[in-house]
C-alpha cells in the first residue's frame, strides 16, 4: 500500500507531491480544510486527492462532487481531473444539476432583472401616503412621482446602494422577516424602501416563474432537506470566499448524504466581501464543522523566498489572519523594486524596457487605471486584458488586481499607488446602509491589504512598484519601509 501512495504522489499531472501536499491529500477526516498559501500548489493537491480517492479509498467517481467559484476555473479544473463521472460545478451549476434530477425546472430571469425592477419600482408603482413619506424624505423631494424621483440628484447613487444592499441580503441568506427585525431596531427611510422593493422583486419573479441565481441555490438546499444523495466525498476551492447562503447549501449537501469534506483556500487571498463572501466562515472554519482537521501547504513554487518575507510581514500587519510559515526554495535579490515618477507614461515605458525578458502582467486597482498612464488613443486591445502600445513593440497585458487572482506572470508592474479615493488602497468607503448587513472591518484596509498581497504574489521573479513623488499611498510608503 505504502509503494502504492508513493507511485501515485510521485506523478500526479507531471509532478510530484510534496509532503504538506500528501498529508492533506491523504487525510481521511470527516471535515478537513487545507490553508494553501499563494503559489503553492493548491489545485495540484486537489488532483492529488482526488486520485488518492479513486485509487485507494475505491471511491466511485461519480460520488466525487467538485465545487469551484467560476466558470473558468471550473474548466481548468474538469481538464486536469480528467474524468467525466466526477461532477465539477460552480455552486449555482450544481444547484441546477440537483434540481433538473428531481425535473425540477425554471427559467432565469433576463440579463439585470434586478436593475430593471428597481428603475419600474420608481416609474411604475402608485405609492402610498406611507411611502411618499420616506420617498421624499429620502430624495428631498416633493411631490413624490416617478418624474421628480428620476430628476432627483440623488437618484442614481441611491439605485447603486439598493442594487448593493440587495445582493448583500441574498448572499447573506437573508429575508424579508430578517429585514424586519432590522427595521424595528432602527426605522430607517432607505430600509422601508428597500424593503417595498425587495417584495416587489420577489413578486415578480413569482408572477413570471423565475429563479434568479441565489434562488437556484436556495431551492437546491430545501431539496437537500428533503432527500437522500449518493455522494461521498465534496472538495471545494477557494473557500475563503463562501457567503453564508453558500454555507447553507453546502451543509444541506452533507446532511444528506453524510459525504466527507474537504475545503481550500487561503484567507491572505480573501477579496470578494463587496460580493458577499464572509472570511468569518473560513477562519472559523471549526464553528460550522466540529472537528475539522486542519493542514497547511506553505511551499511556494511562484515566489522567492524575499518576495513572500515581505508579502507576508505585509498581509500579517492584521493578525486577526492565520499564521503561515510561508518558505520557497526561489532566491532572488530585491524581488521588489521601485520607481518614482512625475511623468506617468514615461515611468511606465522606463519600466517595461527595463524589464529584457518573459511576461509582462500590469495590475491596477480599477479599470481604468491603465488610462492613467497610458493615452487611450495609443493603445489597441486584445482578448484577455492583452494589449499592444501604438509604435512600442512589447506584447503586455493589463488587469485588475481582483482580476488577476488565480494567475501569475514572470514579471508584474503594479500601478495607481497613489493617495487618493480611487488610488491603492481604495479609499472609498460603503454607504452607512450596508452596515445592517456587512460587519465593518476591524483593521483599517483589511480587505485592501490582502488585495495588495495577491497584486505582490503575481510574480515568478519581479514586482515593479509605480510610485508617484508626491502623494504617495500609504501602503507605498508601508512596503518601502519594508524592503
Known amino acids: 500500500m505504502k509503494n502504492d501512495i508513493n507511485d501515485l504522489f510521485n506523478n500526479v499531472n507531471g509532478y510530484p507531491l510534496d509532503e504538506e501536499q500528501k498529508k492533506a491529500a491523504m487525510s481521511n477526516a470527516r471535515f478537513n480544510m487545507i490553508i494553501a498559501g499563494a503559489g503553492s500548489g493548491k489545485t495540484l493537491t486537489m488532483i492529488g486527492k482526488i486520485k488518492y480517492l479513486l485509487e485507494i479509498k475505491k471511491v466511485p467517481p461519480e460520488e466525487i462532487v467538485c465545487i469551484s467559484f467560476t466558470n473558468e476555473a471550473v474548466n481548468s479544473l474538469k481538464k486536469k481531473v480528467n474524468n467525466e463521472k466526477i461532477k465539477v460545478f460552480t455552486f449555482h451549476k450544481l444547484a441546477i444539476y440537483l434540481l433538473e434530477q428531481e425535473e425540477i425546472f425554471y427559467e432565469l430571469p433576463p440579463e439585470n432583472y434586478l436593475e430593471k425592477i428597481i428603475e419600474n419600482f420608481f416609474t411604475t408603482t402608485v405609492f402610498s401616503s406611507f411611502l411618499q413619506k420616506h420617498l421624499s424624505k429620502l430624495y428631498k423631494i416633493w411631490p413624490v412621482n416617478a418624474k421628480t424621483i428620476k430628476n432627483s440628484k440623488y437618484y442614481a447613487s441611491n439605485k447603486k446602494v439598493i442594487l448593493s444592499f440587495i445582493n448583500l441580503y441574498s448572499a447573506h441568506n437573508l429575508n424579508l422577516d430578517d429585514l424586519k427585525k432590522f427595521l424595528h431596531e432602527k426605522s430607517n427611510s432607505f430600509l422601508f424602501i428597500i424593503y417595498a422593493i425587495i417584495s416587489y422583486y420577489e413578486s415578480e419573479k413569482k408572477i413570471n416563474h423565475y429563479l434568479d441565481f441565489d434562488d437556484l441555490i436556495k431551492e437546491a438546499t430545501k431539496l437537500c432537506q428533503n432527500k437522500k444523495l449518493s455522494f461521498q466525498e465534496i472538495i471545494i476551492d477557494e473557500f475563503q470566499d463562501t457567503s453564508l447562503l453558500r ?69 500579517m500587519k492584521n493578525k486577526a489572519q492565520l499564521q503561515k510559515n510561508l518558505k520557497s526554495n526561489i532566491s532572488l535579490d530585491h524581488p521588489i523594486k521601485f520607481f518614482y515618477y512625475i511623468n506617468r507614461y514615461k515611468a511606465l515605458i522606463k519600466v517595461i524596457k527595463k524589464i529584457h525578458s518573459g511576461e509582462i502582467l500590469i495590475l491596477g486597482r480599477n479599470n481604468f487605471d491603465i488610462y492613467k498612464f497610458i493615452p487611450r488613443e495609443k493603445i489597441t486591445w486584445q482578448e484577455g486584458g492583452y494589449f499592444k502600445i501604438y509604435n512600442f513593440n512589447y506584447n503586455l497585458r493589463y488587469l485588475t488586481v481582483h482580476k488577476s487572482k488565480g494567475l501569475e506572470s514572470d514579471n508584474v508592474i503594479l500601478i495607481n499607488l497613489e493617495n487618493n479615493l480611487l488610488g491603492f488602497p481604495s479609499q472609498q468607503k460603503n454607504h452607512s446602509l450596508l452596515n445592517f448587513i456587512e460587519k465593518k472591518e476591524d483593521f483599517l484596509y483589511e480587505e485592501e491589504r490582502r488585495l495588495f498581497y495577491v497584486a505582490l504574489t503575481r510574480t515568478k521573479n519581479y514586482c515593479y512598484i509605480l510610485i508617484p513623488y508626491f502623494n504617495a499611498s500609504v501602503f507605498a510608503k508601508e512596503i518601502k519601509k519594508m524592503i
Open 247 to 315: 454555507l447553507a447549501f453546502v451543509k444541506s449537501i452533507i446532511d444528506s448524504s453524510g459525504a466527507n469534506l474537504t475545503v481550500v483556500g487561503d484567507d491572505f487571498q480573501s477579496i470578494y466581501r463587496f460580493s458577499g463572501c464572509d472570511l468569518d466562515i473560513f477562519l472559523n472554519f471549526q464553528k460550522f464543522f466540529p472537528n475539522a482537521i486542519t493542514y497547511k501547504i506553505q511551499t511556494t513554487y511562484r515566489n522567492s523566498q524575499e518576495l513572500i518575507h515581505i508579502a507576508g510581514d505585509f498581509v
